[in-house]
DNA sequence: GTCTATAATTCGATAGAC
DNA sequence: GTCTATCGAATTATAGAC
């Protein structure tokens, strides 16, 4: 009797999970590029055809490794003039909270030389970061809006994590939350300018 | 009769300048790793063996594209209230002005899957723009100022130039202008403290 | 499911004729 | 200076034994 779908199957589902952790951790240090589906299977701990096997091809892996969930907290729950400071706060728990071990530094480091990851970049800032911004400042202001807090804070990013540039590392944290928190609120509301007036 | 250094190599620069102008092109749009020593050379139109002679390696062509003066203007000769507008129109200028044929676009798209695009980009900021900061706000802001002009606006050039998020890409040139000069003159100068003050 | 062996390309770089 | 021919290495992906 052949079983259509078995109740167990954890042994696939750990190697599965191994391989894929293992793929976004050396995706996110050498890139998409120089990572090849040898090193994946060597980190991983098992055989390079067995990359293959369970996912395909290289490129279903990389699709697979750069899928994530922003977590974005929900706005309108925050006091109007703590939504700079909050976004700052959340943005730098991703990237230097408990948590960490998302595609956003992967995406990050892809996107700018890797048109697939730009193109889940474009998405993911759309079905996530957009509507949140919408709801808040109205759609008229909504599309500046977004683009600006966008540059502020993957800008931060790109320097202070992707380069590593070194005033940008050498700075506190509180004192960048701060910084880049009052840059938002500005963009988002400035003056108490409310979001629905002409 | 030998010439040890002729007055005339004409052939010669031309083929260079031709061979590194093709470089360029080609790690811009499609980044160093995709980018074969065969395209540059069938784009410079000549034998891809000349592309190894005249530079000795990818590496070294590489090297030579990323090469680049950010000329920034002095920012001693502008008024202090005006400082944010000034940099931030120098550098819609270099992205979006004439003379676009320069290293920056390439090495803000390899800077951050290429390690040594990364480090040419951190002594660029190092020579070029950190001095320029430290000689008007003071050596004591100097870092955390730096640090926060460079992620504001190598976070626009990062969405708008090289991801090309949508919101980012349809925000008109003079708005943007306007938004990031001002966020720029209150990370350098704020509330119109002097630099000099404790 | 797992591994060995290898197919099929592709690339950077070199050697050497002219 | 320029081109032909090719080397040697590395890569993704597959075929097939067990």
Known sequence: MTQKKPV??????LTRAAILAAAREL???????????????AKAKIDPAMVIRYFGSKDELFALAVEFDLRLPDLSKVPRDAVGATLAAHYF??????????????????AASN?????????????QVAPAIA?????????ACAGLVASQLLGMAFCRH????????AMPRDAMIKALGQTI?????PRGIKPSEP
């Open 135 to 143: 709801a808040l400042v109205g759609p008229a202001q909504a599309a």
């Open 8 to 13: 167990k199957s954890k042994k696939s589902d």
């Open 185 to 189: 609120q500005n963009y988002m509301l």
């Open 162 to 169: 992707i380069i590593k540039l070194p005033p940008a590392v």
């Open 93 to 110: 728990g991703l990237w230097e909270g408990e948590n960490r071990n998302h595609g956003l530094p992967l995406l990050m480091r892809s």
């Open 115 to 127: 048109e697939f990851a730009a193109a889940k970049m474009r998405e993911m800032f759309g079905k």
């Open 27 to 41: 995706f996110t240090s050498q890139g998409f590029d120089h990572t090849t589906v040898r090193d994946v299977a």
